[in-house]
């Protein structure tokens, strides 16, 4: 029991990062179909950094060097994004698409080449991070608790914060409301998207890197995020674009996808006799229901994946 | 006045293609070169050359058959993207819809015995059946059909690998081989095979991919049946206001769609070429190379058969690459390049319109001046 609810909260962790991060970027009207592929280039930064930091570092620098290269890894990824989507009018759903093929297809050439120049008989695209992993787990009787679970608060809040409640967040959400409005009182639309594409980037990293965390200590970088990132943006509208909302919704997903790893801890679940590929369906399978439910009414902001024309009124 | 070639849309689309391939393989040159600048250049033409990679001319003969054994599945996925875009919808679904198909004709075939033409249709209508549910979701619940369709892949993968366990190898992952436990249903080859050195994988598939997207074509852009649907794509609200069924023009699309990547998958493991793993833990390539076909065809039918060859010509290709340094994953990097970059065709158009006019104005005014000298010439005499 006390195993389900580690694993749920740490997979609502990830759902809760990498939502906000696709909250932040659609208030801003940008449709990030790329936080997929965001998630795999942050978990590779954070991987990087603890397979190559020498020993010796005490727990606190570890945890913090591997965010860090984290959220560069996912920011500089977003970038790509960014500048195709908002200064170029690209379409947003290829783009986003594209950017989750590369993230999985280069981060998968970069590790095996990485792995083969280490060892030539070494074809594999896996990072170890053992010793380092233990950096970020607290063992508080008998549960694991993760430092993400409380970075994911933190940020929650955080992020509520900045769209609530300061100028910069109503702005924000101004740009993706109605962007020629908002030129008009003098917001430079452009720069807003690219703040809100950046922050979706941060969070996209972070959530990859603790995804790659939760359960394992080595990482195979050609599965990629088995779909995480799209999860994330139906927790996001399941959350109807809103921080406290998408927490809830969040712990709903993760609860779902935790019973996958657990389910045969729990001897009634096995009584059952269901298949194992049941579920690993069924977080798949609830978020196509709760959409379902929950998509006809919702408050998407409204001009959500327009490229902004300065000559269109 | 002399109408400038580069107007033209189709020659644009192909100039925008063209610029992708070589900007693609370019990146992919290049990210070669900061691994290891070693191989790179032998690398890069390593994927360029594909079946050339052989020596003997009856086998590369051969190994050409294979590459098109895997662009007929590939042209399908493409042609299930298409037709959807052209409609105004993102069918990223159609990777899951091929695992449909493909879990759909292999069970039908090795657990009921079917033969290959009814395990065909059996693998359309699952397609179809996987595109018909984003298609409702769409239609009638608002929900994005991107994220549906994302969804649905994984659904569909988990639920192909605890069905075609049943009908797997006793002591490996794979499922039996049709050849010995079903030989009914493989695709007949009809003689094609002995056009390429023997090759028996190469079957009808390979034609009938390529007779679908002619008449994906037809449909498309000439019946009115096709003329509605890409007026819903382009404004469904002015679609309805003309007495169009948006709501059963979406389903139909994707429900169409769906099927043609069902198609897709029988058509590659009917083939027996390949065994369908039952512990495979990714969606196949084969649904998002299909977008990479898509956009590079021009979002046009039949430059979608010619980009699907040359995007399965690079993944080929990509197998040959020296593995002591490299992977063969440099190719699904140059493919997701040059999607990328497809986003910018609409941009690199638009440039080069600009281009054409500003070049042509300065023409009009030079001429204008021309004749204005000449006019005060012939005032004065």
């Known amino acids: 029991m006390l195993l389900l609810i580690q694993y749920t909260l740490i997979f609502a962790s ?17 449709i990030n179909l790329g936080l997929e ?18 020993a010796g570092f005490s727990a606190f620098g570890i945890v913090m060097l591997t965010l860090l290269a984290a959220i560069l890894f996912g920011v500089a990824y977003s970038s790509l994004l960014a500048v195709a989507c908002i200064n170029l009018k690209a379409d947003q759903t290829i783009v986003g698409t594209a950017l989750n093929m590369l993230g999985t297809a280069g981060a998968t050439v970069l590790v095996k080449a990485m792995n083969t120049a280490a060892n030539p008989n070494d074809h594999s695209s896996e990072i170890m991070y ?3 992993k233990k950096a970020f787990i607290m063992n508080i009787g008998g ?50 998207r690219w703040a809100g594409v950046l922050i979706s980037g941060m969070l996209g990293g972070l959530g990859g890197i603790c995804y790659i965390l939760a359960g394992v200590s080595s990482w195979k970088f050609e599965n990629g995020v ?14 109807q674009w ?40 069924l977080p798949y399978i609830i978020s196509l229901l709760v959409l379902a439910l929950t998509s006809k009414k919702s408050r998407a902001p409204k001009a959500e994946g327009i490229p902004y024309d300065k000559g269109m009124r | 006045m002399k109408k400038n070639i580069l107007k033209n849309n189709a020659v644009q ?79 990223i679904g159609a990777a899951g819809q091929y695992v449909a198909g493909v879990c759909a004709s292999l069970y039908a075939a090795l657990a009921w015995g079917w033969s290959w033409f009814p395990c065909l249709i059996f693998a359309l209508l699952a397609g179809a059946l996987l595109g018909a549910i984003v298609g409702l979701l769409k239609a009638y619940c608002n929900v994005n059909e991107v994220i549906s369709g994302i969804m649905l892949n994984w659904i569909a993968l988990y639920l192909t690998n605890m069905m075609l366990s049943k009908v797997k190898e006793v002591a490996s992952p794979y499922t039996l081989h049709l050849k010995t436990t079903a030989p009914q249903a493989i695709l007949p080859s009809l003689g094609l095979g002995s056009l390429f050195s023997d090759n028996e994988y190469v079957t009808i598939a390979v034609p009938l991919a390529i ?14 049946f096709g003329y509605e649907l890409k007026a819903t794509g382009n404004n469904r609200n002015a679609a309805k206001y003309a007495g169009m069924a948006e709501q059963r023009n979406i389903i139909l699309t994707l429900v169409i769609a769906g099927g043609l990547a069902g198609i897709g998958g029988a058509m590659f493991y009917l083939t027996d070429l390949e065994q369908w793993s039952c512990t495979a833990t990714s969606v196949p390539g084969m649904g998002f190379n299909g977008i990479a076909a898509t956009f590079l065809g021009g979002l046009n039918p039949i430059g979608t058969i010619f980009a699907s060859y040359f995007i399965q010509h690079i993944t080929d290709g990509g197998t040959n690459v020296d593995l002591s340094m490299y992977s063969a994953q440099i190719s699904d990097l140059i493919s997701s390049i040059i999607i990328y970059l497809c986003g910018f065709v609409l941009f690199i158009k638009q440039m080069m319109n600009k281009s054409i006019a500003r070049h042509e104005e300065a023409q009009a005014h030079r001429a204008k001046l021309a004749a204005e000298a000449a006019g005060k010439e012939g005032g004065e005499k």
Not at chain 1, 14 to 30: N, R, Y
Not at chain 1, 42 to 49: E, N, Q, R, S, T
Not at chain 1, 267 to 279: A, E, H, K, T
Not at chain 2, 47 to 69: D, E, P, Y
Request: include cysteine.
């Open chain 2, 211 to 224: 007779i679908t997207a002619i008449v994906v074509e037809v449909v498309l852009d000439r019946t009115k």
């Open chain 1, 226 to 239: 088995a779909g995480f990132g799209f999860l994330a943006l139906a927790v996001m509208i399941f959350g």
């Open chain 1, 14 to 30: 990830v759902l809760i990062l990498v939502a906000l991060g696709g909250c932040f970027s659609e208030h801003s009207g940008v």
């Open chain 1, 143 to 192: 549960f694991e608790f993760n430092w993400f679970m409380l970075i994911a608060i933190l940020m929650l809040v955080l992020a509520y914060i900045t769209l609530y409640r300061t100028k910069f967040g109503l702005r924000l959400m101004a740009c993706g409301e109605h962007p020629q409005a908002a030129d008009s009182v003098g917001i430079n639309v452009f720069k807003m």
């Open chain 1, 37 to 54: 592929g965001i998630m795999v280039i942050g978990a590779l930064g954070g991987a990087l950094m603890m397979r190559f930091l020498p």
């Open chain 1, 242 to 281: 809103k921080p406290q909302r998408i927490a809830l919704a969040a712990l709903l997903f993760g609860f779902f996808r935790a019973l996958s790893n657990v389910y045969f801890g729990f001897d009634w679940l096995m009584s059952l006799n269901i298949p194992g590929s049941v579920y690993n369906m």
């Open chain 1, 130 to 132: 053992i010793e380092p």
């Open chain 2, 13 to 91: 689309s192909l100039i925008a293609s063209l610029l992708c391939i070589f900007l693609g393989l370019l990146i992919g040159y290049i990210v070669l070169l900061l691994i290891n600048p070693d191989g790179a250049w032998n690398s890069i033409v390593e994927v360029m050359k594909n079946f050339l990679h052989a020596k003997k001319a009856a086998r590369q003969l051969r190994n050409f058959g294979t590459t098109l054994v895997r662009t007929a599945p590939l042209l399908m996925c493409a042609l299930s993207v298409l037709f959807a875009y052209k409609v105004g919808l993102f069918n």
